[in-house]
């Protein structure tokens, strides 16, 4: 008997347990709790460019920081982090980027990073004798981040290669967008 009601104890706790389970991994509307893993996803989307783009190991590419696509000319952390990350990969696939912050030719606005505007992308990738930009747009729903790249020739502003991605909103990637 005594046995009985141990073997019950244990079963009544452990279907307790998912309980706690759903505290821990699920959100608070109860789907699953998507964590992002932002860096493994911009390595991902830089090395889908570089697979698509006829890139020169020889020559430099710019990557300027990903803005809003709803205000072109405002970005925020997350759009600086995500072009630093996009950047680390070009050089860590043996192509070299332009450190574009280092040069006087390209006007920072304070706390917006470098905007490139498409009549200013001849003029700054001839200074720097970049073969191409990097240019990216990101747009925010309510559950999730869609990023747009695309590499640009500077001769006559061609798309050379575009991916897009999604990222679920999480805490994480909330701390970035608020951060200007």
Do not use: W
């Not at 079963?11 to 109860?30: D, I, K, N, S, V």
């Amino acid at each position: 008997m005594k046995r009985r009601a141990s073997l019950l104890a244990l079963l009544a706790l452990a279907a307790a347990m998912p309980g706690c389970a759903h505290y821990y991994y699920y959100g608070e509307r109860g789907g699953p709790a998507v964590r992002s893993d932002v860096l493994q996803t911009n390595y991902e989307a830089a090395d889908r460019l570089l697979q698509t783009a006829p890139l020169d190991p020889r020559r430099s590419v710019i990557v300027a920081t990903l803005v809003s696509v709803d205000h072109l000319g405002e970005s925020s952390r997350l759009g600086r982090m995500f072009s630093e990350q996009i950047a680390s990969r070009f050089v860590q696939r043996g192509v070299p980027v332009a450190e574009v912050r280092l040069r006087e030719q390209l006007a920072l606005q304070p706390g917006q990073g470098e905007l490139l505007l498409s009549r200013e992308l001849r003029e700054v990738s001839q200074n720097h004798d970049a073969q191409a930009v990097v240019v990216g747009t990101y747009a925010v729903s309510g559950a999730m981040v869609y990023v747009s790249l695309k590499l640009v020739s500077p001769q006559g502003n061609q798309v050379v290669a575009a991916t897009d991605y999604a990222l679920p909103v999480d805490d994480n990637l909330r701390g970035l967008l608020r951060g200007r």
